[in-house]
T-cell receptor, first 114, second 113 residues
Framework: GDSVTQTEGPVTVSESESLIINCTYSATSIAYPNLFWYVRYPGEGLQLLLKVITAGQKGSSRGFEATYNKETTSFHLQKASVQESDSAVYYCALGDSYAQGLTFGLGTRVSVFP | DMKVTQMPRYLIKRMGENVLLECGQD?????MYWYRQDPGLGLQLIYISYDVDSNSEGDIPKGYRVSRKKREHFSLILDSAKTNQTSVYFC????????????FGEGTRLSVL
């Protein structure tokens, strides 16, 4: 089946430092998977951070970026300078273009300290 | 304003009691989902609904059933809840546009004692 593996947390970084959360995927049932990053801030629900549906393209949002790399089957999330408000749990996910459910990674808890 | 609303947000039940979790969306999305999230396990898909009365099992349907009588509402039902169903439950909906990402609700934290 399909699977997503991401950096195991917790990850602790200082404010203004860079952050990278690794995500690799295996899409055995989907020929052209869509890739997503979701985020869950403390006390809130799951929010879409960014998505990329075409291999080779980059998505960006709120200072975060991720590039869909089909060759390495990766979709790493990066931010050059984090803020305390970026403290959250980040989930990498893959899905098809239609109605099937997404396959999620286990999530990476990120804590940013001032 | 596009939103998925889950009710209740928090629920405590005793083992053996019935549980009803409700989910609504105002976007007329055809497809809706129920997931559960547990520490160390990520989000696991329980059921998918493709439209009214068109439901399909996900990866972990055992112990759950669903009901979708209106496109806007999707209910998750636990008949005789078990302690291992203590979890955070997320509902999501997705439109037919291939570029759309599923939109999630804020979750329901269920404790079965």
């Amino acid at each position: 089946g399909d699977s997503v593996t991401q950096t195991e947390g917790p990850v602790t970084v200082s404010e203004s430092e860079s952050l990278i959360i690794n995500c690799t995927y295996s899409a055995t049932s989907i020929a052209y998977p869509n890739l997503f990053w979701y985020v869950r801030y403390p006390g809130e629900g799951l929010q879409l951070l960014l998505k990329v549906i075409t291999a080779g393209q980059k998505g960006s949002s709120r200072g975060f970026e991720a590039t869909y790399n089909k060759e390495t089957t990766s979709f790493h999330l990066q931010k050059a300078s984090v803020q305390e408000s970026d403290s959250a749990v980040y989930y990498c996910a893959l899905g098809d273009s239609y109605a099937q459910g997404l396959t999620f990674g286990l999530g990476t808890r990120v804590s940013v300290f001032p | 304003d596009m939103k998925v609303t889950q009710m209740p947000r928090y629920l405590i039940k005793r083992m053996g009691e019935n549980v009803l979790l409700e989910c609504g969306q105002d976007m007329s999305h055809e497809t809706m989902y129920w997931y559960r999230q547990d520490p160390g396990l990520g989000l696991q898909l329980i059921y998918i609904s493709y439209d009214v009365d068109s439901n399909s099992e996900g990866d972990i349907p055992k112990g759950y059933r669903v009901s979708r009588k209106k496109r806007e509402h999707f209910s998750l039902i636990l008949d005789s809840a078990k302690t291992n169903q203590t979890s955070v439950y997320f509902c999501a909906s997705r439109g037919q546009n291939n570029n759309q990402a599923p939109l999630f609700g804020e979750g329901t934290r269920l404790s079965v004692l």
